[in-house]
């Protein structure tokens, strides 16, 4: 599976938007690319995928390169409850999902 | 739509014991996994089943671990024996066949083995 690099940890303030970016320097033609955070004390929850072009869903935001090398998880207004571990992962249809360590996202007010 | 059920939510027991957990998926998603998640790491992927069938259980400690999913609905992971490293959160998982399909997790079982 093509790996994913991502920051161990980022911050935001309450009410601000929050780029969390993800590179994918190795990513193939096939490889769709999933966000999935992790609450604490909870299993990790699905947030977005998207191939080729951007996505937009009620929770976030999925802005992806031309070249697909690298693509950015966008919360539009991060509230205290965003904090969470955020997990870029790449998988091609079917197939299963490697998480790596992710990022922890802290949301300060 | 109800989640994912696991139980229980914790375990604690002694190395060399055995322990079980149960997971009943969300109605209609034939495809089932287990991830083990030790602390501070991500998931890891222990097995997948499609129905009742396994898909994929090369991270599977064969030799300790085993999984079962009677009838295409619940499953049942065992461990026997457990040693002390398999301390970890437990987690199931279900999708639909059609992929890409999000995964939708339950809360785990958080396992501690002394």
């Known amino acids: 599976d093509a790996k994913t690099t991502q920051p161990n940890s980022m911050e935001s303030n309450e009410e601000e938007p929050v780029h969390l970016p993800c590179n994918h320097s190795t990513i193939s033609g096939t490889d769709y690319i999933h966000w999935y955070r992790q609450l604490p004390s909870q299993g990790p929850e699905y947030v977005i995928h998207g191939l080729t072009s951007n996505v937009n869903n009620r929770m976030a935001s999925l802005a992806i390169a031309e070249d697909r090398k690298s693509s950015t998880l966008i919360l539009h207004r991060a509230t205290l409850r965003d904090a969470a571990v955020y997990y870029c992962?790449?998988?091609?249809?079917?197939?299963?999902?490697?998480f790596g360590t992710g990022t922890r996202l802290q949301v300060t007010l | 739509e109800a989640g994912v059920a696991q139980s229980p939510r914790y375990k604690i027991i002694e190395k060399r014991q055995s322990v079980a957990f149960w997971c009943n998926p969300i109605?209609?998603?034939?495809?089932l996994y287990w991830y083990q998640q030790i602390l501070g790491q991500g998931p890891k992927l222990l097995i997948q089943f499609q129905n009742n069938g396994v898909v994929d259980d090369s991270q599977l400690p064969k030799d300790r671990f085993s999984a079962e999913r009677l009838k295409g609905v619940d499953s049942t992971l065992k461990i026997q024996p457990a040693k002390l490293e398999d301390s970890a959160v437990y987690l199931c998982?279900?999708?639909?066949?059609?992929?890409?399909?999000?995964?939708?997790f339950g809360n785990g079982t958080r396992l501690t083995v002394t």
């Open positions: 998982a279900s999708s639909q066949v059609r992929s890409p399909s999000p995964l939708h």
């Open positions: 992962i790449l998988s091609r249809a079917a197939s299963k999902l490697t």
């Open positions: 109605s209609g998603h034939a495809t």
